[in-house]
């Protein structure tokens, strides 16, 4: 399981965050802070990150179960 969740945070730091680690740390803060699924879209819809993407998606995937 741990093996997993760090492959994945790799995936997302690099596809979504252009391998900045902090900017990464900052943004699963503020994603975590949501308690509205349409709020926290609208807050990562404002990265303008590649919807196609592996990070994009695994992220979604996240924000899915934690909200829906």
Known sequence: FIVDV???AVCMIRDL????GAA?????????AFEDFNE???Y????????NSDG???LMD???RKLL
């Open 6 to 8: 760090v492959s994945h």
């Open 17 to 20: 965050f252009g391998g900045d």
């Open 24 to 32: 990464f740390d900052r943004a699963m803060e503020e994603l975590d």
């Open 40 to 42: 926290c879209l609208v």
């Open 44 to 51: 990562m819809s404002e990265y303008r990150w590649n919807p």
């Open 56 to 58: 994009a998606r695994m």
């Open 62 to 64: 996240l924000v899915t």
